[in-house]
């Protein structure tokens, strides 16, 4: 089945620093990611998303890149913030048919944002 | 916030009760899925609604069963629990190929 993991379990940067979360997908038909911030007690919130046709898709203080050649994923945060501290969940989508919407997850990356 | 709202936001049940969670699906979406997060991990596919039909199920027993009305809100429900079904239950509305967006979830205690 379809497997989504990521490389570290957990992330420590300075405040005002960058940040790169990185994301390893296994299903090479897959067509769609979403990189999602979840803060302790909350839901996934929606961060960016980027389609199989691009390898990079900027948002406010995010930049999504994706190296389909690897199978990988990765998610910039730009000067980060205490408030970005959450886990960090890359999800992916397989084409078409049943699979169609349902996303696969991989275990996620704990950012801790220090000042 | 997402304009998905899941009801209740807390819920302690006893082994093989039943139980039924609900959600609203942010206005204009049309899927909706529920997820599975158990702790330190990430969610987990139970299944999916589209036009209140079933669009997909992940591998969970038919235990987990679920409904989607005409006004794209669902219910989730889950016969015989089984203590390792305590877990955070995300609901996730979309259109069937766009982005899905999460309500704060259902923490669900099984004792």
């Known amino acids: 089945g379809e497997s989504v993991g990521l490389h570290l379990p957990t992330l420590s940067v300075q405040e005002g620093d960058n940040s790169i979360i990185n994301c390893a997908y296994s299903?090479?038909?897959?067509?769609?990611f979403i990189w999602y911030k979840q803060e302790s007690g909350k839901g996934p919130q929606f961060i960016i998303d980027?389609?199989?046709?691009?390898d990079k898709r900027q948002g406010q203080r995010v930049t999504v890149l994706l190296n389909k050649t690897v199978k990988h994923l990765s998610l910039q945060i730009a000067a980060t913030q205490p408030g970005d501290s959450a886990v960090y969940f890359c999800a992916e989508t397989p084409p078409g048919g049943s699979t169609l919407g349902r996303l696969y997850f991989g275990r996620g990356t704990q950012l801790t944002v220090w000042p | 916030e997402t304009g998905v709202t899941q009801s209740p936001t807390h819920l302690i049940k006893t082994r093989g009760q039943q139980v039924t969670l609900r959600c609203s699906s942010q206005?204009?979406?049309?899927?909706v899925s529920w997820y599975q997060q158990a702790l330190g991990q990430g969610p987990q596919f139970i299944f999916q609604y589209y036009r209140e039909e079933e669009n997909g199920r992940g591998n969970f027993p038919p235990r987990f069963s679920g409904l989607q009305f005409p006004n794209y809100s669902s219910e989730l429900n889950v016969n015989a629990l089984e203590l390792d079904d305590s877990a955070l239950y995300l609901c996730a509305s979309s259109y069937p190929t766009g982005a899905a967006f999460f309500g704060q979830g259902t923490r669900l205690t099984v004792v």
């Open positions: 980027i389609r199989s046709n691009m």
């Open positions: 206005s204009g979406h049309n899927t």
């Open positions: 299903n090479s038909a897959s067509d769609y």
